[in-house]
Every structure is written in C-alpha cells, then in structure tokens.
Nanobody, 128 residues
Framework: QVQLVQSGGGLVQTGGSLRLACAASGRAFTTYVMGWFRQAPGKERDFLATTSRDGIGTLYADSVKGRFTISRDNAENTVFLQMNNLKPEDTAVYYC?????????????????????WGQGTPVTAAS
C-alpha cells in the first residue's frame, strides 16, 4: 500500500510558474514509476508526465513538453512537477500517481489505468 499526499498548486497569472509536490509513504518508493495527470471540468483525466523508478527516464505529453518538468527525490520519497509559462488551458485538478513496475517502456505509463495509487488532487488555476 502507498499513500500519496500532494501539495502546491493554487492560483497563478498566465505565464507564471508553480511547483507541485507529491510525498509517498508506505512501500518502497523506488519500486514505483511515478506520473502526473490532470483533469479539467467535464473532461477525461489526461496524462502529463512520467518518470522511471530511478528518475533518469522521463516522458511528457506534447501539450506540456518544454514547459513542465517531472523529477523525483528518492531519498525524500517525493515526486515533483515544475510548471512554467502556465496558460489558461492548464487550469485543472492535478493528480500524482504511482504505478507498480510492469513494463520497461515509459510509453506504457501514459494510460491512467496503469497506475495503482493516486494522490488526492490539487487544483491549479492559470488566470488570464
């Protein structure tokens, strides 16, 4: 069992930056591939980024590539999402998630169904 507790988020002006954090407790953090997703009102939950167990490998959705950065600190059992140049269309509830290792390909972790544990969600609003 893994518990994920998110922090960060809030209201920012267009073009601004925010950093989300997701702290994990429970079973060994390094055994999990970590990801970030978001869900806007009335829409499906969309993949944003994922990072390998050692943090070396990363994969991003085209919509955030070059603006968002995923990273993890395995010593602190925490994964981060640095978000820069935020736009109004980034407004959503953001979720971190942990997936047990099933595939060596990060592309397989773009699907929400691959993830076993989810954070509580944190709202992000980029005001125009």
């Amino acid at each position: 069992q893994v518990q994920l507790v998110q922090s960060g988020g809030g209201l920012v002006q267009t073009g601004g930056s925010l950093r989300l954090a997701c702290a994990a407790s429970g079973r060994a953090f390094t055994t999990y591939v970590m990801g970030w997703f978001r869900q806007a009102p009335g829409k499906e939950r969309d993949f944003l980024a994922t990072t390998s167990r050692d943090g070396i490998g990363t994969l991003y959705a085209d919509s955030v590539k070059g603006r968002f950065t995923i990273s993890r600190d395995n010593a602190e059992n925490t994964v981060f999402l640095q978000m820069n140049n935020l736009k109004p269309e980034d407004t959503a509830v953001y979720y971190c998630a942990a997936a047990a290792y099933r595939s060596p390909s990060l592309a397989d972790y773009r699907r929400a169904q691959q993830y076993d544990y989810w954070g509580q969600g944190t709202p992000v609003t980029a005001a125009s």
